[in-house]
Structures are given as structure tokens and as C-alpha cells.
């Protein structure tokens, strides 16, 4: 042995409680268990060795906090604090992210399966001091999740020290996930109501927010727009091979061919099936020209809740429309994650829509006739119903009437109700449901049809059914108007209505004649009782359908007896078939009979004016 050397001596323990600190070995020498010497210098470097200590702080680069960003590209940034570090020194911290379930970690994969990782080699400055990491991941499979990162930090390739709390917060940041589901106000469902005010209510309900954090949902309305596709699929390999052959064809079969394959959806060999898909599209719903948005503005107060956004707008223009809610999550003017599927039913509001025509049961069409029993059909052609849903058509016939200073106003018809003698009917695809006996306390005449659709689109028919035979002799214009009404187990919602005066389809009118008789001769109503006398009866029409043909049909009745007058045992009578070009207009029926023997007597022409034999009016 020589006098001077070196010895060493190991110390095992467990550092883990000793991160950040500097530890110094202090020694002492001892020959047969007398100390010798010792060497106890805390300040001394030699002696010393330094334990590093990180933490982390994880954020998302857009938002610059805890709140992650939903995409398929996404940059967190991890701030790395050290302590410790011996400056000069290169060092390298590598990151993982890791995805946090209740119980435990896994790693977040990129697009390859692989480990979302980053690393960064730096020299300390100085003992204490940080450094930051950027991963960059897919965030869409991570709505509602949380992920943590982890971090290693190396020296010559051996690790010192990590930092791998999985309920660190400040390693944490926290993905938000929402889902929507939007309501009508008034029916409390899915079934829209159209007006000027309608209110809808979507419900966002959201998960994985940051308590006290405040945050904005922002709402889109957007029309659900079908979109045709075609796809046609070939049965034989020979198709081509007999459209060659029949190049030669004779030119008009091959247009007639053509035109077959057009309506038939086949090939010439008729070998090709033909089936249409319909997807959907989102169009954005637009009210005078701007868009229907919404938003609300809240603070959370726990990581899951609920929050309203309302929208408010006038859906006459858009009755008919599928609408769909849209829904963007927010914070600090940065979009964390939206809810956007046009074909989730959960953010579907179904907006209806009805249109009516008119029409008399005897005469079939808009012209009825003034008797004790009078029945108008009203038949409604319905869109956008929910099937299986029960509604209600509740009409009401109304009068047209001009006012003098040339405005229109709307009437309602009062009158007996009758049973009707058809039953209300409808499309294939419908049942209707029986009513109680209809009544009316203002004496207005009334007509209602409950109904169950099977299909989204239909017909249904209201039947109004009256004596009119106290109405006034004169020309009416009847307008049918109509409510559809859902029923929501025991609460009537209006959704729809249709109440135009001016609609024609709507419209239906009472004519009215009335007739000047005239000698054809001397033009007055004095007539020379000769073998041969010519009557002409002008007829004035009012409420006539342009382009019908009508039969005036008239007898000429004796006004002492009130009897029908007869020459040589027959009755006087003349018809004249007759187009309207205008609803009110003239015609003339003209009489000839032999006149003689008929001194004395007043004569009356007794007028009806037929469609298809049917009477529309009389006088």
C-alpha cells in the first residue's frame, strides 16, 4: 500500500423525496476506531451532488389555458420547469401525452398508431429555469376526455428525473364535449310551430368544462337539404356489345328507344337497375337575408351541465323546412369544439306547412249552389308532418267582402250546421280518427278532422257542411280557413295555419243571376201576341269560373197562376251553352213560341245556370 489514495464509498437511497435539493457527503477517516480525520465542508462542489426536480404546466396553444381545442390538428404546449441543473450542461426532456381514464393512462396515438412524443435537448443557463414542448395530435376522438403529459428529463442518456402525475392538474388540460337537443317552445317537442314569433329552444349539454370558467355557446339554424343521388349497376357483361349492334337501328326507333330507356331508367337490354339514395346537406336558414343565430353566455359551475340557447325568428317563409341547431362551445373567442350533424335527430326541428283548394260536393267544382244543404270539401295538402304524431284541421269558412274604399275583409259565414253527406278522406297513408259531433257557439260554420300520417307529406280533406237556404240572394265568395293543431297527449298546439282571403285555391263562390226579359222586336217588355214571338232573356251573371262551360236554362212561367206556360200542351223553354271569359259577364236566352191566345197574360223567365247539369245558380 502507499501512503496517499483514493477509496469509495456508496450510498443507497432513495432520492425520490430529495428532488430539488443538493446533497453533500460528508466523511470522516478512523485508524483502529480513532478519527483520524474528516472532511465536512457543506459548500464544497466536490462534495456535492444535485438532485433535479421538473414540473409542468400543460396548455392548449390556442387557447392558452386548460381548455382544449376539438380538431384534427391541435398543438398543446407544455412549459417545463427545472430546478437544479448544473449550468453548462446539455440536457434533454422528452414528452409524452397520455389520454386519462378513471383508473389509469394510455398514450395518445397519432394517425400511425404511434405515441404522440416530443423532445428537446437545451444547455441550463443557469440552475433553475424552463423550457417548453409542442405535440401536435388529433383531438376529435378526445371530446369530453382528459390528457396529461408526461415528462422524462435525461442526462447523457440517463434519465434524472420525471414528472408523470396522471391527477396534476397542471399537466392536464381538458377537451369539452357537447350534444344539443332543440325543441319547439310552444309544442315542447320536435314538432315546430310556424309564426312570426317561433321560439326555438336547443339544450346544450356539455361535459368536461372548468368550473368558474366562463364560456359562450353560439347557435346556427340550418335547413336540412335532400340531396338526390343515382346509382345504376350493370346485370350483364353483353350491354355494350348490343348497344353497337343496334347502332345501325333505324334512327325514329332508336329516338323511341331513347326515350324509353328516360322513363324506364334501363339500358336497350334493360340490364342496368337504377336506385336512388337521398343524403343531406346543410343550406343556412336565412330570414330577410340573415342568418338565425343565437348564443348564450355562461359561467360553469361544475364540469357537466346544461345551458339554453334560444332562437326567436319568423318561420313563415321557411314552413315546410327540416331545421337543424348547430352549436360552437367557445371560450376567450376561441372555438373549442361544435355539434354539427344535419342528421341528428336530436337537433331537429320539423317546421310544417298546409295549403288548401275548394271545391263543392255536387258540382266538383269551386261553385256551389244555395240550398238547405250545402257541402264544401276542403282537401289540405300537408308537408313535413312527424309520422305516427295525431293533428287536428280545424276550419272555418269565411265571406269575401269589398269594402267601398275597395279593401277586402273576412267574414265568418254563419249558418245551421248539417250532417254531412261525404266523410272527410285523405291519401293512402293516413288514418283519420273520428270526431264528436261538430257545434259552433257563434253559429259560424265549422269544419274539423283529426288525423294520424303515416308519411311526412300528404292530403287530408276538412268538410264543411251547412243549409244555406237562408242566405241572401246574392253572389258570396267563400274562403276556407284552416289550423292544423298537433296534439301533445292532452295540450292542443297550434303549428300551422293558412288564412289567405285572397287565395284562390282557397276560394269558392255562390254565383248569382239575375235577367231583364225583352221583346226581341220592339225591345220593351210589350209584346204583340202573334203566331210568331221572340223573347230575349239577358242573363246577368256574377261568380262564374273563366274557361267552365255553363248551360242558362230557362222556362217561361205565367205570373197570374205562377204556373209554367204552356203552348199547344208545352212549356216554353230555351237554354244556351255558354264559356265565361270573365267570372261576371251576360248572356242571352232566347224563346220562341206562338203567341196567340195569349192576350193579357205577364209573362216570367224563370233562369238556371248549370254546370254539367248541376245547378249553381237561380233566379
Given at each position: ?9 456508496t ?12 446533497i ?25 451532488v ?17 381548455e ?7 398543438k398543446?404546449?407544455d412549459?417545463?420547469?427545472y430546478?437544479?441543473?448544473?449550468p453548462?450542461?446539455e ?19 397519432d ?15 443557469e ?11 388529433d383531438t ?14 435525461y442526462?447523457k ?5 420525471s414528472?408523470?402525475?396522471k ?10 364535449e ?10 315542447g317537442?320536435h ?21 368558474g ?8 339554424l ?13 346485370k350483364?357483361?353483353?350491354s355494350?356489345?348490343k348497344?353497337?349492334?343496334?347502332e345501325?337501328?333505324?334512327k ?5 328507344e ?9 339500358t ?24 338565425v ?8 359551475e361544475?364540469?357537466d ?7 326567436t ?10 331545421v337543424?341547431a348547430?352549436?360552437?362551445l367557445s371560450y ?5 369544439t ?7 335527430e336530436?337537433q ?10 275548394t ?8 261553385n256551389t249552389?244555395?240550398d ?7 282537401t ?8 305516427g ?5 280545424k ?8 269594402k ?6 273576412a267574414?265568418?259565414?254563419?249558418a245551421?250546421?248539417v ?7 285523405g291519401n293512402?297513408?293516413l ?15 265549422v269544419?274539423?278532422t ?9 292530403t ?21 280557413f ?12 297550434l303549428?300551422?295555419?293558412h ?15 239575375q235577367?231583364?226579359?225583352?221583346d226581341k ?7 204583340l201576341a ?22 242558362m ?8 197562376t205562377?204556373?209554367s206556360?204552356?203552348?199547344?200542351g ?8 255558354f ?6 259577364g ?10 196567340t191566345?195569349?192576350?193579357g ?7 238556371s245556370?248549370?254546370y ?7 233566379h
Open positions: 500500500s502507499k501512503a496517499s489514495g483514493t477509496v469509495d464509498i450510498f443507497t437511497l432513495d432520492t425520490s423525496v430529495l428532488e430539488g435539493k443538493t453533500v457527503a460528508f466523511e470522516k477517516l478512523f485508524h483502529n476506531k480513532v478519527e483520524v480525520t474528516s472532511h465536512e465542508d457543506i459548500s464544497d462542489e466536490g462534495q456535492s444535485k438532485i433535479p426536480q421538473i414540473h409542468t404546466t400543460a396548455t392548449d396553444s390556442q387557447t392558452k389555458d386548460k382544449g381545442v376539438i380538431s384534427e390538428e391541435t398543446l404546449t412549459m417545463v420547469s430546478k437544479n441543473l448544473l453548462g450542461k440536457y434533454t426532456v422528452k414528452g409524452t401525452v397520455m389520454v386519462k381514464t378513471e383508473d389509469s393512462v394510455t398514450a395518445a396515438l394517425k400511425d398508431g404511434n405515441p404522440v412524443e416530443s423532445e428537446l435537448t437545451f444547455t441550463a443557463e440552475e433553475d429555469g424552463k423550457v417548453s414542448l409542442d405535440f401536435v395530435l376529435t376522438k378526445l371530446t369530453g376526455k382528459d390528457v396529461v403529459v408526461f415528462e422524462d428529463l442526462y442518456n440517463t434519465k434524472l428525473t414528472h408523470a402525475d391527477d396534476d392538474e397542471g399537466q392536464t388540460v381538458h377537451y369539452p357537447i350534444h344539443t337537443t332543440n325543441v319547439d317552445q310552444s309544442s317537442d314538432q315546430g310551430t310556424v309564426s312570426k314569433d317561433t321560439t326555438l329552444v336547443d339544450t346544450v349539454a356539455y361535459k368536461n368544462l372548468i368550473p370558467h366562463e364560456y359562450t355557446v353560439t347557435g346556427t340550418m335547413k336540412k337539404v335532400p340531396v338526390e343521388k343515382t346509382e345504376v349497376s350493370d350483364k357483361e353483353d355494350d356489345k348497344e353497337e349492334q343496334s345501325d337501328a333505324d325514329a326507333e332508336t329516338d323511341k331513347d326515350s324509353n330507356k328516360e322513363e324506364s331508367g334501363k336497350d337490354s334493360g340490364t342496368e337497375d337504377v336506385k336512388e339514395e337521398i343524403s343531406y346537406k346543410e343550406e343556412p336558414v336565412l330570414i330577410d337575408g340573415k342568418p343565430t343565437a348564443s348564450t353566455t355562461f359561467t360553469a361544475k364540469a351541465g346544461t345551458v339554453d340557447v334560444v332562437f325568428f319568423d318561420a313563415n317563409s321557411i314552413a315546410g323546412e327540416t337543424v348547430f352549436e360552437s376567450k373567442d376561441v372555438e373549442l361544435t355539434h354539427t350533424d344535419i342528421n341528428d336530436s331537429t326541428v320539423y317546421l310544417p306547412e298546409i295549403h288548401t283548394s271545391v263543392d260536393t255536387e258540382t266538383g267544382i269551386k249552389y244555395r238547405g244543404h250545402m257541402t264544401i270539401v276542403d289540405v295538402t300537408y308537408k313535413n308532418l312527424i309520422p304524431n295525431t293533428y287536428t284541421l276550419g272555418v269558412l269565411q265571406e269575401k267582402i269589398t267601398e274604399d275597395g279593401t277586402v275583409e267574414k265568418a259565414v254563419t245551421k250546421l250532417e254531412a253527406d261525404v266523410k272527410a278522406e293512402d297513408d288514418e283519420i280518427v273520428p270526431n264528436d259531433s261538430l257545434s259552433s257557439e257563434d253559429g259560424s260554420v269544419g274539423q283529426t288525423f294520424v300520417p303515416k308519411t311526412a307529406n300528404g287530408v280533406d276538412v268538410v264543411f257542411s251547412f243549409d244555406g237556404s237562408e242566405l241572401t240572394d246574392e253572389e258570396h265568395t267563400y274562403v276556407a284552416e289550423e292544423l293543431y298537433y296534439q301533445n297527449e292532452d295540450k292542443e298546439v303549428v300551422r295555419t288564412k289567405d282571403i285572397n287565395d284562390v285555391e282557397q276560394t269558392l263562390t255562390v254565383p248569382h243571376i235577367t231583364e226579359l225583352l222586336e220592339s225591345g220593351s217588355h210589350n209584346v202573334d203566331e210568331t214571338v221572340t223573347l230575349e232573356d239577358t242573363v246577368e251573371y256574377q261568380g262564374l269560373i273563366p274557361g267552365k262551360k255553363y248551360t236554362t230557362g222556362v217561361l212561367m205565367d205570373q197570374e205562377g204556373e206556360m204552356k203552348v199547344n208545352k212549356e216554353v223553354t230555351a237554354e244556351t251553352e264559356t265565361p271569359e270573365k267570372a261576371d251576360t248572356v242571352v236566352v232566347t224563346f220562341t213560341f206562338d203567341g191566345g195569349l192576350e197574360k205577364k209573362i216570367v223567365a224563370f233562369e245556370c248549370l254539367e247539369n248541376k245547378k249553381v245558380a237561380v
